[in-house]
Nanobody
Framework: QLQVVESGGGLVQPGGSLRLSCAAF????????IGWFRQAPGKEREGVAC??????????EYLGSVKGRFTISRDSFKNTVYLQMNNLKPEDTGVYYC???????????????????????WGRGVQVTVSS
C-alpha cells in the first residue's frame, strides 16, 4: 500500500521560513515523481511544486508565485521529499498536501506535473499559517 505522510507545518510570521516533509511508504521517491499542493479556505487546490523521478534528471516545476522562494528536493536515503519555503507571505496560508502517482503512471511518466488529477495517493495535509 502506497502512502505519503506530511509533517512540518505551523504558524510563521511573514518573511519567515518553514520546511515541509513528505515521507513515502511502499515505494521509492527516487523512481516516482512527487508533487506538493495547497488549498486555502474557499479556494481550489493548486499545485505548488513537483519533482520528477531520477529518469527525468530530477526536473522540478513551480507555481509562478512561489518561484525563487520555495525549493523542492528529495532525500532518497530517507525516502522523503522536502518543500523548503522561504520569505513566506500571508497568501501562502493553507493546507499543504504531498501526493504521488500510481505505480502504473510512475512507470511510464517520469516527468512531474503540478496538476492534481494525475496523482493518486494523497497525504492528510498540514496547516501552514503565515500571519503577524
Amino acid at each position: 500500500q502506497l502512502q505519503v505522510v506530511e509533517s512540518g507545518g505551523g504558524l510563521v510570521q511573514p518573511g519567515g521560513s518553514l520546511r515541509l516533509s513528505c515521507a513515502a511508504f511502499g515505494f521509492s521517491v527516487e523512481h516516482h515523481f512527487i508533487g506538493w499542493f495547497r488549498q486555502a479556505p474557499g479556494k481550489e487546490r493548486e499545485g505548488v511544486a513537483c519533482i520528477s523521478s531520477d529518469r527525468a534528471d530530477d526536473d522540478t516545476e513551480y507555481l509562478g508565485s512561489v518561484k525563487g522562494r520555495f525549493t523542492i528536493s528529495r532525500d532518497s536515503f530517507k525516502n522523503t521529499v522536502y518543500l523548503q519555503m522561504n520569505n513566506l507571505k500571508p497568501e501562502d496560508t493553507g493546507v499543504y498536501y504531498c501526493a504521488a502517482p500510481s505505480e502504473e503512471i510512475a512507470a511510464v511518466q517520469p516527468m512531474c506535473l503540478i496538476q492534481p488529477p494525475i496523482y493518486m495517493y494523497w497525504g492528510r495535509g498540514v496547516q501552514v499559517t503565515v500571519s503577524s
